[in-house]
């Protein structure tokens, strides 16, 4: 079995999968740096010289390939949820996190992320919080029906997350995590 993280950018999925990895003695797994490692380009050099669809391509390729594995904390981009068959992967390997936050949290976050520009190209011409906002709505039902449950990041620190997660996953498993 593995754990997703789904959610739109910054919701916290990388700094959340890797606190749960190490609190399961499990693989942490970023699936959009293992693709671009495996593509030797940057997303934004992906999406400019070729186009989101391939780009998407690339990252069904590379969930697939994720998914072949088990006992990893598996970080995904924002997207992944937007091709039915990820979902359909991610539910056959494992269980499905979503994480959420609204969208001045996530606009205050991506302005202290560093990666923000070369993993997170523009999606839109808008400014960056009409962006967050009109891609939160849009892709808000998306994030909702994978998740196997939903987790708000707010103003909540990591270690209290990936306590909330393991304690859902416990309530939901025999099996201990």
């Given at each position: 079995m593995n754990l997703f993280l789904i959610g739109y950018r910054c919701t916290g999925k990388t700094s959340v999968a890797k606190s749960l990895a190490a609190n399961l003695d499990w693989s942490f797994v970023d699936a959009d740096t293992m693709l671009v490692t495996k593509c030797g380009q940057q997303i934004e050099d992906i999406v400019d010289t070729e186009g989101w669809e391939a780009f998407r391509r690339r990252e069904r390729s590379t969930l697939r390939q994720i998914c072949k594995k088990k006992q990893q904390v598996v970080a995904t981009g924002g997207g992944v949820v937007l091709d039915a068959d990820n979902v359909k992967a991610m539910r056959a390997s494992g269980i499905i996190i979503g994480l959420g936050a609204t969208a001045e949290?996530?606009?205050?976050?991506?302005?202290?992320?560093?990666?923000?520009?070369?993993?997170?190209?523009?999606?839109?011409?808008?400014?960056?919080?009409?962006?967050?906002?009109?891609?939160?709505?849009?892709?808000?039902?998306?994030?909702?029906?994978a998740s196997d449950f939903f987790i708000h990041t707010d103003e909540v620190p990591v270690d209290e997350i990936t306590g909330k997660i393991i304690e859902l996953l416990n309530e939901r498993s025999a099996t201990r995590f």
């Open positions: 949290t996530i606009r205050q976050r991506m302005l202290q992320d560093e990666k923000t520009r070369a993993f997170r190209p523009a999606l839109t011409d808008k400014g960056p919080l009409a962006e967050i906002e009109d891609i939160l709505m849009a892709r808000g039902p998306y994030y909702e029906r």
